[in-house]
């Protein structure tokens, strides 16, 4: 089973763990990716704002990423630059304010949450794969697949943006919601 565990604070990882009945140590990984070796859970966490995320498999590896989407500032457009593709940084250059921030962030979101999946990081290059928004796949330059979902969850109202990525992602992902 998939789930994703979603806090209204900030929550430690050992929290999350004990809340869940789980008594392993994580291990982390060389790129930062934590793991929970001999369970056979996979897991991954992501904090913005006050908010924290968990997503938590015994079915594959995933990858979690939550941002708070800020007001537009000349500054997404430098990190656009310097890290999404041609063809990305070109779609948001013709979305406006409030759209363009909002865009950003659901993309930098999908792109984050594919680098922590993979275990490669931030430093796996987040120009290093094109996104597939209709079929809702990650397409790596090197080949290979993977999975992805955004949500927008009711308690994240329209201030955060939520992306998963799996290998696979079944129809349906519980999202437990947590003060």
């Given at each position: 089973?998939?789930?994703?565990?979603?806090?209204?604070?900030?929550?430690?990882?050992?929290?999350?763990?004990?809340?869940?009945?789980?008594?392993?140590?994580?291990?982390?990984?060389?790129?930062?990716?934590?793991?929970?070796?001999?369970?056979?859970?996979?897991?991954?966490?992501?904090?913005?704002?006050?908010?924290?995320?968990?997503?938590?498999?015994?079915?594959?590896?995933?990858?979690?990423?939550?941002?708070?989407?800020?007001?537009?500032?000349?500054?997404?457009?430098?990190?656009?630059?310097?890290?999404?593709?041609?063809?990305?940084?070109?779609?948001?250059?013709?979305?406006?304010?409030?759209?363009?921030?909002?865009?950003?962030?659901?993309?930098?979101?999908?792109?984050e949450s594919y680098l922590?999946?993979?275990?490669?990081?931030?430093?796996?290059?987040?120009?290093?794969?094109?996104?597939?928004?209709?079929?809702?796949?990650?397409?790596?330059?090197?080949?290979?697949?993977?999975?992805?979902?955004?949500?927008?969850?009711?308690?994240?109202?329209?201030?955060?943006?939520?992306?998963?990525?799996?290998?696979?992602?079944?129809?349906?992902?519980?999202?437990?919601?947590?003060?």
């Open positions: 089973m998939l789930r994703i565990c979603l806090y209204a604070s900030p929550v430690t990882t050992k929290e999350f763990l004990r809340q869940s009945g789980i008594s392993s140590v994580p291990v982390i990984g060389a790129h930062g990716k934590p793991s929970l070796p001999g369970t056979g859970l996979f897991f991954n966490k992501s904090d913005s704002g006050s908010l924290t995320a968990f997503a938590l498999s015994d079915e594959c590896e995933v990858g979690i990423d939550l941002q708070e989407i800020l007001p537009y500032k000349d500054r997404y457009d430098r990190l656009a630059r310097r890290f999404f593709r041609p063809e990305e940084q070109e779609a948001l250059a013709l979305l406006e304010g409030d759209r363009r921030a909002e865009s950003f962030f659901r993309l930098w979101t999908i792109k922590k999946y993979t275990g490669r990081g931030i430093g796996g290059g987040l120009s290093s794969f094109r996104i597939d928004f209709e079929n809702r796949l990650i397409l790596p330059d090197q080949g290979g697949t993977a999975a992805f979902r955004i949500f927008t969850p009711e308690c994240l109202k329209e201030s955060y943006v939520l992306s998963l990525c799996a290998g696979s992602l079944p129809a349906s992902i519980p999202i437990l919601y947590k003060d």
